[in-house]
């Protein structure tokens, strides 16, 4: 069982800057692909930004170029950086961590407004 925390979001102004971490419980985070998927009121659930074991990262359309997937195998953690938000990037963000299975975290709200 893998349990995952996420923190970071909040009340931002379009262009403005967030960072969110997702902390994984266990000893073998360095096999687990992470990343986080995001899911704004009426919509699907949208693949945001994924990395892997090996660190190969990739990203949904419409965040490329503007959100950053990193990981840090010593604290367990990954990192979402995300710069240039736009109104329409707000949605509850959720962590995963992928090893055969899926575990998900709580979710984070983001809220980019004015």
């Known amino acids: 069982q893998v349990q995952l925390v996420e923190s970071g979001g909040g009340l931002v102004q379009p262009g403005g800057s967030l960072r969110l971490s997702c902390a994984a419980s266990?000893?073998?985070?360095?096999?687990?692909?992470m990343g986080w998927y995001r899911q704004a009121p009426g919509k699907q659930r949208e693949l945001v930004a994924g990395?892997?074991?090996?660190?190969?990262?990739n990203y949904g359309d419409s965040v490329k170029g503007r959100f950053t997937i990193s990981r840090d195998n010593a604290k367990n953690t990954v990192y979402l950086q995300m710069n240039s938000l736009k109104p329409e990037d707000t949605a509850i963000y959720y962590c995963?961590?992928?090893?055969?299975?899926?575990?998900w975290g709580q979710g984070t709200q983001v809220t980019v407004s004015s």
């Open positions: 995963y961590a992928r090893i055969g299975t899926y575990y």
């Open positions: 266990g000893s073998i985070f360095s096999r687990y692909a």
């Open positions: 990395i892997t074991t090996g660190d190969n990262t």
